[in-house]
Every structure is written in C-alpha cells, then in structure tokens.
C-alpha cells in the first residue's frame, strides 16, 4: 500500500485550516523601491544631522561619499534583512 502524502493537508492543529505556506516569494518591485525608500530615507536623514555640522566646510562630493560609505552597510545589512522578514510575516497572515 503506497501513501502519498499532499503537503496542503498536513494541519497546524486545526484540521480545517491547512498549515502555513513556505517562504513568500521575492518582492515586486513596487515593494522593493517602497522598502528601500523607508530604510534609506530616516538612514540619511540620521546620518546627515548626526555628522553633518563636522563635513559642512567638506566637498559635496566628499560629503556624499562619507554618508554613502556610512548609510549603505546600515540599510543593506541592517535595515533591509528587517524589512524582509516583516513583509514576509504580514503576507503570510494575508495568506493565512
């Protein structure tokens, strides 16, 4: 006797509610430019009246790259992964 088993009945305690999707899949890129401008935009902004009275007599472009240098590790390493996971459990509740 062969038993196949389908992943969409296997149940999380209730059998009429099937167990929770997988992984959500990656972002429109609506989404992306979305979570990009709500990681980079307060980022800069930080960053720009934390340090930006000692590079004010600096050259723009020097300016730049310092808050570049600066904002880019924290955005893409630190706020990004966050934003990541938060869509993912908000359209695994939608799913849900």
């Known amino acids: 006797m062969s038993t196949q088993q389908n992943p969409s009945a296997h ?3 209730n059998p009429d509610r099937p167990a929770a999707r997988g992984p959500v899949g990656p972002p429109t890129k ?6 990009i ?11 720009n009246l934390t340090i930006g009275p ?4 600096t050259n723009p472009v020097l300016r730049t790259f310092v808050l ?3 904002a880019v590790p924290i955005v893409i ?3 990004m ?3 990541h996971r938060i869509r993912g459990r ?7």
């Open 68 to 70: 570049a240098t600066l």
């Open 81 to 83: 992964p966050r934003l």
């Open 11 to 13: 149940t999380t305690g």
């Open 37 to 47: 401008w709500i990681a980079v935009f307060p980022t800069l902004t930080v960053i």
């Open 90 to 96: 908000i359209l695994s509740r939608r799913a849900a």
């Open 77 to 79: 390493y630190g706020l």
């Open 54 to 57: 000692y590079l004010k007599d």
């Open 30 to 35: 609506h989404q992306l430019a979305l979570m």
